[in-house]
């Protein structure tokens, strides 16, 4: 306090006086010097004071300073949170962790074990030319096995998807997925059309209509299956002779639902796609699960279906119940895991995220 201040005040009675240092307070006044009392001019409410005497000039300063230095420091937090670079092991508030993206709206169906999966699939239905996943690179998920295991099962399990391979690299703060797509825009949807048009049609047919439980839908879309191709020899052949989706168109469709359901004729893998679609377009839970056979209509890479029947997955091959000029039959149709017939085949680690496989093969399977 300055000696001009004291002067000022030094002659004055003791009482509430107008705070020189806190605007709209008053602090009291006891005839010789300030005290610590404080109160509010309008209501006359007293406040607490936590240092004695008037406030130091530097001290509102330094509040804004700190209000400042917190300001920065949640804004730091929020965009680190939003790059999913917060350490998981801190309970943090929702509002500053970044969701997983859904993915773009798509017209097709998509299927995936978890939310990566999901929007990965959604984004390669849109043939997006290059998928973000900034949002986990500073996460545990971000790994060299996670990334391309989720893409495995993305295209594995989504008929729709139309991809031969893809790149992918994280950096930070970006991350992204780059797939290489079999089609372009225009030839990949007309094959998606096409397909959907397809399963609208045959899922109408009478043996789907009087189907009166699960087990019975899923004989229906068995025999539609079966009955709707032939196997592709010729583009098994050129597998085995090295030919690929990119070298070959004739492999290419022999590896969808689309070779199946409007050609009318592929391999193992669109046997097992057509059978995917048939079976979601009705109501069942299935899966696409891929792997190595021998002994029946093919032998060495096979795909086959799981599909959910009173909440046991049972085994549907579409594949290996179609003889071609032989006929077809339904040794292979809702086999439970442990039969004798199944000890052909073994299942590989691509068709699903790795530890989930668990949810659908009993063991051994």
């Given at each position: 306090m300055t000696d001009a201040s004291r002067s000022s005040t030094s002659l004055r009675p003791?009482?509430?006086l107008p705070d020189p240092m806190r605007p709209g307070f008053e602090r009291y006044w006891d005839g010789q010097q300030w005290t610590l009392r404080v109160r509010d001019r309008e209501t006359?409410?007293?406040?607490?004071?936590?240092?004695?005497?008037a406030p130091r000039p530097g001290s509102r300063r330094r509040a804004i300073g700190w209000t400042a230095t917190l300001a920065v420091f949640a804004a730091?937090?929020?965009?680190?949170?939003?790059?999913?670079?917060?350490?998981?092991?801190?309970?943090w508030p929702d509002a500053l962790v970044r969701p997983a993206p859904s993915g773009p709206e798509v017209a097709y169906p998509v299927y995936g074990s978890d939310e990566l999966v999901t929007y990965l699939a959604r984004s390669m239905v849109a043939q997006e030319e290059t998928i973000?996943?900034?949002w986990m690179a500073f996460t545990d998920e971000a790994s060299e096995e996670t990334i391309p295991d989720a893409v495995f099962e993305a295209v594995t399990q989504n008929p729709y998807v139309f991809v031969e391979?893809?790149?992918?690299?994280?950096?930070?703060?970006?991350?992204?997925?780059?797939?290489?797509y079999t089609y372009d825009d225009t030839e990949a949807e007309r094959r998606r059309r096409e397909t959907a048009a397809e399963v609208a049609s045959l899922v109408a047919d009478a043996s789907v209509t009087s189907a009166v439980d699960d087990r019975a839908l899923a004989t229906a879309v068995h025999d539609l299956v079966v009955s709707s191709a032939v196997y592709d020899y010729a583009a098994a052949d050129a597998v085995i002779a090295g030919e690929t989706t990119a070298t070959s168109p004739r492999v290419a469709r022999s590896q969808e639902a689309y070779g199946?359901?409007?050609?009318?004729?592929?391999?193992?893998?669109?046997?097992?796609?057509?059978?995917?679609?048939?079976?979601?377009?009705?109501?069942?839970?299935?899966?696409?699960?891929t792997g190595t056979a021998d002994g029946g209509v093919t032998t060495g890479l096979h795909a086959w279906n799981l599909v959910q029947i009173d909440d046991e997955w049972l085994v549907v091959d579409t594949t290996w119940d179609d003889?071609?000029?032989?006929?077809?039959?339904?040794?292979?149709?809702?086999?439970?895991?442990?039969?004798?017939v199944l000890d052909t085949r073994a299942a590989d680690a691509d068709w699903i995220m790795d530890g989930r496989e668990a949810a659908y093969l009993v063991d051994g399977a």
């Open positions: 003791a009482g509430w006359g409410v007293e406040v607490g004071e936590s240092s004695g005497g730091i937090v929020a965009g680190v949170g939003w790059m999913g670079a917060l350490p998981s092991w801190i309970p973000d996943l900034s391979g893809w790149e992918w690299s994280i950096g930070y703060p970006k991350a992204v997925l780059e797939p290489i199946i359901l409007v050609e009318g004729s592929a391999v193992c893998n669109g046997y097992a796609q057509a059978f995917q679609l048939l079976a979601d377009a009705v109501g069942l839970d299935s899966v696409i699960v003889a071609g000029l032989l006929g077809t039959g339904r040794e292979y149709l809702l086999l439970d895991q442990s039969s004798e």
